[in-house]
C-alpha cells in the first residue's frame, strides 16, 4: 500500500519548537518532491515548504528562517524542523509527494492524513 504518514504534531508555546516527520511507505521517497503544506481553520490550504529531487527548498515567506526542510533517504522520510513558533502557524501540516520530483503548487501524487500543530500559551 502506497502512503505517507505525519507524524510530530502537539501542542507548543509560541517561540517553541517542534519537528515534523513524513514517512512514505511503498515507494521510495528520495526519486519524489515533497512538500508540506497547511491548513488553518476557515482558511485555506497552503504550501509551506517544499524539497526538490536534488536537495533545493523551497520556503513560503512567513516561515523563511524559522523552517527546514530536509530528507533523509535511509529512513524514506522527509522532515519539517519548526523553530520559533507563532499562534499563527497553528495548522493540521500535511505531507504530499510528487513525481517527477520538481516542486510544483498542485497536482501532487500521494498525501499524507495530517498532524495537529497548535501554538498557543
Known amino acids: 500500500q502506497l502512503q505517507l504518514v505525519e507524524s510530530g504534531g502537539g501542542l507548543v508555546q509560541p517561540g517553541g519548537s517542534l519537528r515534523l516527520s513524513c514517512v512514505a511507505s511503498?515507494?521510495?521517497?528520495?526519486?519524489?518532491?515533497v512538500g508540506w503544506f497547511r491548513q488553518a481553520p476557515g482558511k485555506e490550504r497552503e504550501g509551506v515548504s517544499c524539497i526538490n529531487g536534488v536537495g533545493w527548498a523551497y520556503y513560503v515567506d512567513s516561515v523563511k528562517g524559522r523552517f527546514t526542510i530536509s530528507r533523509d533517504n535511509a529512513k524514506n522520510t522527509v522532515y519539517l524542523q519548526m523553530n520559533s513558533l507563532k499562534p499563527e502557524d497553528t495548522a493540521v501540516y500535511y505531507c504530499?509527494?510528487?513525481?517527477?520530483?520538481?516542486?510544483?503548487?498542485?497536482?501532487?501524487?500521494?498525501w499524507g492524513q495530517g498532524t495537529q500543530v497548535t501554538v498557543s500559551s
Open positions: 504530499a509527494a510528487h513525481l517527477p520530483a520538481e516542486c510544483p503548487s498542485v497536482g501532487y501524487d500521494y
Open positions: 511503498g515507494f521510495t521517497l528520495k526519486n519524489y518532491a
